[in-house]
């Protein structure tokens, strides 16, 4: 999430576009789907099988109605319980939201960060927990998984293919223009991390005041219903539930590959271009580091420090500051910065990514 000028922008959700058969693309991306049940705790564990030469998976779990999924728990194939989402949520350096039940589909990315590989070879656990809205475990209860597997021989360049969908009428020129220019700003903040952006458009009659953001919708899933294999989607909507503090919003850090009621980034026109309702050139560049931004949280990552400055990512090489000053001062130009910088004259550039935060991206199963 970012918030406008210490307000919050929020997070965004960038899918990659599809592989078409033919594509040496193809070779690196397989996927599985299964129904199960929970047992009488209320957990189910997948076993993911993994093979010589596979460099990350995402596990989507999703629980019908209005129940939760998130992760209890995950296994290497040596037995090891290697996280536990008490601990993962007691500590204060956040490592994945899949540990949080928030929502129908959640999705848990592995490894997450370079120091967490590579991946090793056999069977690995995630252990999952369905809950009503109460947070009350459901036994017996169904839960679809899909397993994805990447198998990347070179995690220094990548290809992430993203949907661009506009929500109904949102098709004025003048936003269609201020969106295109926006999205060749984040393709220069992503290809200097050897990471080459790939959108196509569309158009959905999705409500564009955004407001299915935080549940996910079944119009959500259906207007998703396009999407290839490994692609992001971003939807470009007039306000976030008529917030116009709000820049960006992504359904998840990280989100899913898969098709859900909850596979989008989201992005407020409206918020960038201000009160005249007109883009102007540093309108334009914020909405596209808002682009890069909420794409960032979709694939995985957090802000360095969060907005009360006691909270921090679990990167090596991202500063560790408690005050506003200072974290402005030492992190206010990082790319996942919580909020923009923005004054009278204009918006300090928020571009810069760090090598673990690049690690980050190149491990994700949609940069192919
Ligand atoms: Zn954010």
């Given amino acids: 999430v970012i918030f406008a000028l210490l307000a919050a922008l929020p997070a965004c959700d ?12 193809d070779q690196l991306l397989r996927e599985e789907s299964r129904t199960e049940k929970t047992n009488a705790q ?11 030469g596979d460099t990350s998976f995402q596990v989507t779990a999703t ?7 998130s992760v209890d728990s995950v296994r290497d194939p040596s037995g090891r319980k290697i996280l536990d989402w008490q601990e993962a949520l007691q500590g204060d350096h956040q490592i994945s939201g899949a540990f949080i039940p928030q929502r129908s589909t959640t999705a848990f990315n592995w490894p997450i960060q370079e120091k967490d590989g590579p991946l090793e070879p ?3 656990q995630v252990t999952w927990t369905v809950t009503n809205q109460s947070l009350f475990p459901q036994p017996r209860s169904r839960i679809d998984l899909v397993t994805a597997i990447k198998r ?12 661009i969908l506009y929500a109904r009428g949102v098709d004025d020129p003048k936003i269609v223009n201020a969106v295109e220019d926006a999205v060749e700003h984040w393709r220069d ?4 991390e050897g990471i080459t952006l790939v959108e196509r458009y569309d158009t959905t009659t999705l409500d564009p005041d955004l407001g299915f953001y935080r549940e996910g919708s079944t119009a959500a899933e259906e ?3 396009g999407k290839e294999p490994g692609e992001l989607q971003l939807i470009v909507g007039e306000s976030i539930d008529r917030d116009t503090y709000i820049y960006g919003v992504s359904s998840g850090i990280p989100g899913t590959i898969q098709i859900s009621e909850s596979t989008y980034v989201v992005l407020s026109w409206l918020s960038h271009a201000g009160r005249d309702g007109r883009f102007d050139l540093d309108e334009i560049k914020l909405m596209g ?3 890069a931004h909420e794409c960032g949280h979709y694939i995985g990552l957090f802000h360095p420090v969060e907005g009360g400055y006691y909270r921090w990512d679990s990167l090596r090489d991202t500063p560790e500051c408690s005050t506003f000053p200072t974290c402005a001062d030492v992190l206010g130009r990082n790319l996942m910065f919580p909020f923009s910088l923005c004054d009278a004259t204009g918006c300090v550039n928020q571009t810069q990514i760090t090598d673990d935060q690049s690690g980050v991206f190149h491990l994700q199963v949609s940069a192919l």
């Fill in 63 to 69: 629980a019908p109605g209005d129940h939760r999924t």
């Fill in 14 to 25: 960038v899918p990659l576009a599809g592989t078409h058969s033919g594509d040496p693309e």
């Fill in 289 to 291: 580091q808002t682009m």
């Fill in 42 to 52: 209320g957990l189910y564990t997948i076993d993911v099988e993994v093979e010589d």
């Fill in 223 to 225: 207007a998703s219903a």
């Fill in 152 to 163: 990347d021989p070179d995690l220094a360049t990548a290809v992430i293919r993203v949907r």
């Fill in 189 to 192: 903040i992503w290809a200097e």
């Fill in 122 to 124: 056999g069977t690995w």
